[in-house]
């Protein structure tokens, strides 16, 4: 049984920072690649960010270029998202998500990972 367990969410001002962590159980976490995903209240969930199993290719929405960085520690099997200059828009539940697919395609969609955490809630407000 694969685990997936998020966390580092919170509360935090606009312009603030915070870090997510992705801890996986249960299999070879290094032959998988990851991603992140969010859902905020009466929406679908979407697509964040993605990283392939050797790190080498990463993938974010648009909405978060510039601002989030999606980074892998395979010794820790462990995959972290690093958010800086949130805004309210970015609340949401967060997720983490394993996928054995190293193409976009398929990584940018719910539909291309097969396990998946519980969430960790960000607030983003003043």
């Known amino acids: 049984q694969v685990q997936l367990v998020e966390s580092g969410g919170g509360l935090v001002q606009p312009g603030g920072s915070l870090r997510l962590s992705c801890a996986v159980s249960?299999?070879?976490?290094?032959?998988?690649?990851m991603g992140w995903f969010r859902q905020a209240p009466g929406k679908e969930r979407e697509f964040v960010a993605a990283?392939?199993?050797?790190?080498?290719?990463?993938d974010y929405a648009d909405s978060v270029k510039g601002r989030f960085t999606i980074s892998r520690d395979n010794t820790k099997n462990t995959v972290y998202l690093q958010m800086n200059n949130l805004k309210p828009e970015d609340t949401a539940a967060y997720y983490c998500?394993?996928?054995?697919?190293?193409?976009?395609?398929?990584?940018?969609?719910?539909?291309?990972?097969?396990?998946w955490g519980q969430g960790t809630q960000v607030t983003v407000s003043s």
């Open positions: 990283i392939t199993w050797s790190g080498g290719s990463t």
């Open positions: 249960g299999r070879t976490f290094s032959s998988n690649s």
């Open positions: 998500a394993a996928s054995r697919y190293a193409s976009s395609y398929f990584l940018g969609r719910p539909r291309g990972y097969d396990y």
